[in-house]
């Protein structure tokens, strides 16, 4: 089952050191996941997901390649994330092919949105530095699931 990335594993670096690997040009394809907007979490640097009838997010279709994929991301993600498998629009030359994903979506108000929408090359620009750090303070991503 493939993922829709759509908040900071849609940066390389991060790809890297979550997943131990840089996944392959193969693996991540552009898509939109409808009917969702991406805010800010309140007094994080990341997104959340909120449902909202019309919009439509952006991200990336990554299909794992390895068995310590699943574990790894679930992980990162951890307990404020649940993963749901939602209807997503693959871009492809000539059009839009739909599929299913594995979404991870915020597991219930635990994880509340801010006003603010989430833009990658913002956070890129802003909050990357400082979340790579902390990324990498804590160590590997574990192999097998919990």
């Given at each position: 089952?493939?993922?829709?990335?759509y908040g900071t594993l849609c940066d390389a670096d991060v790809q890297r050191?979550?997943?131990?690997?840089?996944?392959?040009?193969?693996?991540?394809?552009?898509?939109?996941?409808?009917?969702?907007?991406?805010?800010?979490?309140?007094?994080?640097?990341?997104?959340?997901?909120?449902?909202?009838?019309?919009?439509?997010?952006?991200?990336?279709?990554?299909?794992?390649?390895?068995?310590?994929?699943?574990?790894?991301?679930?992980a990162y993600e951890g307990p404020e994330y649940v993963t749901r498998v939602?209807?997503?629009?693959?871009?492809?030359?000539?059009?839009?092919?739909?599929?299913?994903?594995?979404?991870?979506?915020?597991?219930?108000?635990?994880?509340?949105?801010?006003?603010?929408?989430?833009?990658?090359?913002?956070?890129?620009?802003?909050?990357?530095?400082?979340?790579?750090?902390?990324?990498?303070?804590?160590?590997?991503?574990?192999?097998?699931?919990?």
């Amino acid at each position: 089952m493939m993922y829709f990335f759509y908040g900071t594993l849609c940066d390389a670096d991060v790809q890297r050191l979550v997943l131990g690997y840089r996944p392959g040009p193969h693996q991540l394809r552009p898509a939109r996941l409808p009917g969702y907007r991406r805010k800010q979490a309140r007094g994080r640097s990341y997104p959340v997901l909120l449902r909202a009838a019309g919009s439509q997010v952006a991200g990336l279709l990554f299909r794992p390649a390895r068995a310590s994929d699943a574990p790894r991301l679930s992980a990162y993600e951890g307990p404020e994330y649940v993963t749901r498998v939602l209807p997503v629009r693959r871009s492809r030359t000539g059009g839009v092919a739909p599929g299913r994903a594995r979404v991870f979506l915020p597991a219930g108000a635990s994880l509340p949105a801010d006003f603010h929408d989430w833009v990658l090359p913002r956070w890129q620009q802003r909050d990357k530095a400082a979340f790579l750090r902390s990324l990498q303070d804590q160590g590997p991503m574990p192999c097998t699931s919990r």
